[in-house]
């Protein structure tokens, strides 16, 4: 870029970004120059960068094929990354949505020799590419008359320090925008203790003179989800500069799916609102008003996947004046799960962060069957619970199938019937991965030779919207369903959870769970282990609004749970 900009003629005194992190973000934009250009426009350009030298055309919208790390790869389309970035500063940036710098973007690929034709020119891809053009190795003069049309009268620092010091908030429009697409939503509609949750949310957000943190606690189905998104939307209202939080990729796609179903904003823009847990390892001091993390019991701590820092709960407690958890202590699955209650009162007292703490029971999933999870509990050895013995089975049908095939046969029965429903299981079966020529669940891995039952694992290639599409030729896992309902599930319990008659303990085989990270350094902590697959079984078994179909291969594990069904009330 060095060369592009000295042969582009523009002034010195442009101004330069160069690895740019984009407020709120862990993303990071190649190259900005900023300047004038002859009618006194006040402009800036973003250049996204690329080693490339080959890729691949595919059908999926503003989505290319090529090799990086280490394999090939689906990825985003190199001028729509760019138009991305630019689009995020135009509906995130105070200065920029107000007019007062103009955003253009571009791609260039310096190693890129395209060919005739060339597949990142192809028809799908031109309507980006006319907003945001891609310039290849042969482009350079292209690109340097590109550059200097919009900065060439330079004075271009003061630019940058609008972009670096502008207000992060949503514009008005895009609030306006995105709350009409809630409005009306009786999925979002609160009730109850719900009500209480959500008043004190905003009352506290609104009104807190100093740094809080709120914990709503609350167990599978209790509507957490359901106040976090009305709390996000009302203080989304008030001009805040916030974050929804999800640590589950699946369930925040699944959100961003479900509203760009309803609008014409892509799935892509809306994300601007959504983030994963690990984008805050360092985020300044209060940058936020209000971080919302929903399904906090999965905020990762130090030598997580893709995580460079300490701590996700100190992360968002330190980026946010106002922070609120929505937790369940019992859905943590895997050893390097940090949130918990215990932990975020820990470190708000450590950062002068005054806690409030609100309690989320009455049951909305499972037709509000109560009982039916105190049940879970009680019979997998979670916890000792009352009112375990019995539920309405009018309102919510739970059977014990003594064969996969035939649970499976039950949902594919509910799905003709109009239901959407899903066959779900926990680790007890490898998972081949896409190096090995399973990037489309092509691979049956979930197999039972005893009872010639084979099926795939949910597809690597969606695995983040497998939820909302209508997969029922696959499984899915807790990471593609925690957070998410259906109408009813098929749950698999595999050989990780057994049962002894013996000892009458429900406790976890190591040698049967096949999830490296679930077990990581659990070697010699039998009894941590059992609690971890036993948390990954609930979060399956609670995932049905109307009713749960369950196998297990371990035949003593069967039987006891139909001795605890027989033992029940008869409603």
């Known amino acids: 870029?060095?060369?592009?900009?000295?042969?582009?003629?523009?002034?010195?005194?442009?101004?330069?970004?160069i690895e740019y992190k984009i407020p709120a973000t862990c993303?990071?934009?190649d190259f900005i120059i900023a300047g004038h250009d002859d009618n006194e426009v006040s402009n800036f350009v973003i250049v996204e960068l690329k080693q490339w030298e080959e890729a691949e055309a595919t059908e999926k919208e503003d989505i290319v094929r090529t090799y990086v790390g280490g394999s090939d790869k689906e990825v985003l389309h190199p001028s729509y990354q760019a138009y991305s970035y630019k689009k995020y500063l135009s509906d995130m940036n105070q200065s920029i949505y107000d007019g007062q710098v103009f955003p253009i973007s571009c791609a260039y690929l310096h190693n890129y020799h395209p060919h005739t034709p060339d597949p990142l020119l192809s028809e799908q891809y031109q309507g980006i590419i006319r907003d945001t053009p891609i310039f290849f190795s042969s482009d350079t003069e292209k690109l340097e008359d590109f550059i200097n049309r919009y900065v060439r009268k330079g004075r271009g620092n003061e630019i940058l320090y609008q972009i670096e010091h502008g207000k992060i908030a949503p514009s008005k429009k895009f609030v306006e925008y995105v709350s009409e697409?809630?409005?009306?939503?009786?999925?979002?509609?609160?009730?109850?203790?719900?009500?209480?949750?959500?008043?004190?949310?905003?009352?506290i957000a609104t009104h807190a003179r100093k740094k809080t943190t709120i914990i709503v606690d609350g167990g599978p189905g209790t509507g957490k989800s359901v106040v976090a998104m009305n709390a996000f939307v009302t203080l989304l209202k008030q001009g805040r500069n916030l974050k929804f939080i999800a640590p589950n990729a699946a369930f925040r796609s699944c959100i961003e799916e479900m509203l760009a179903q309803k609008s014409s904003f892509s799935k892509k823009r809306l994300s601007v609102l959504f983030s994963g847990s690990s984008a805050f390892v360092d985020a300044k001091s209060d940058e936020f008003d209000v971080l919302i993390c929903d399904e906090a019991h999965r905020l990762k701590g130090k030598g997580a996947f893709m995580y460079s820092g300490i701590s996700q709960v100190e992360d968002i407690i330190n980026a946010s004046r106002i922070n609120v958890f929505f937790i369940d202590d019992h859905q943590n699955i895997r050893p390097e799960d940090e949130g918990s209650v215990k932990r975020i009162k820990a470190v708000a007292r450590k950062h002068g962060s005054s806690v409030m703490q609100v309690g989320l029971k009455a049951q909305f999933r499972c037709s509000g069957a109560e009982g039916f999870i105190n049940w879970i509990d009680n019979t997998l050895q979670i916890a000792e619970t009352a009112n375990y013995d019995g539920w309405d089975k009018q309102s919510?049908?739970?059977?014990?199938?003594?064969?996969?095939?035939?649970?499976?046969?039950?949902i594919k029965e509910r799905v003709s019937q109009g239901a959407n429903a899903r066959m779900l299981a926990g680790f007890a079966w490898e998972w081949t991965s896409e190096k090995q020529g399973n990037t489309d669940a092509?691979?049956?891995?979930?197999?039972?030779?005893?009872?010639?039952?084979?099926?795939?694992?949910?597809s690597h290639k969606d695995s983040t919207?497998?939820?909302?599409?209508?997969?029922?030729?696959?499984?899915?896992?807790v990471h593609t369903a925690q957070g998410l309902e259906f109408d009813y599930v098929g749950v698999l319990i595999g050989n990780d959870l057994r049962f002894d008659p013996q000892s009458m303990k429900v406790?976890?085989?190591?040698?049967?769970?096949?999830?490296?990270?679930?077990k990581k350094g659990l070697k010699d902590s039998p009894d941590k282990l059992t609690v971890l697959i036993k948390n990954i079984y609930k979060i399956l078994l609670s995932r049905g609004m109307k009713g749960c179909y369950v196998f297990c291969r371990d035949k003593n594990l069967q039987e006891h749970l139909r001795n605890r069904m027989m033992n029940m009330s008869r409603y």
């Open 396 to 410: 919510f049908s739970f059977e014990l199938c003594d064969d996969p095939n035939l649970l499976y046969q039950k």
């Open 507 to 518: 406790y976890a085989s190591r040698d049967d769970y096949h999830d490296a990270a679930g």
């Open 27 to 29: 993303k990071r934009i």
């Open 1 to 17: 870029m060095g060369t592009i900009i000295r042969k582009s003629g523009v002034p010195d005194d442009c101004g330069i970004f």
């Open 442 to 458: 092509q691979v049956c891995d979930v197999s039972m030779d005893e009872y010639n039952f084979r099926m795939p694992w949910n």
């Open 181 to 203: 697409l809630f409005e009306g939503n009786k999925v979002f509609t609160l009730l109850d203790e719900q009500k209480i949750a959500y008043a004190n949310i905003i009352d």
């Open 465 to 477: 919207s497998w939820a909302i599409n209508n997969k029922i030729d696959q499984i899915g896992c």
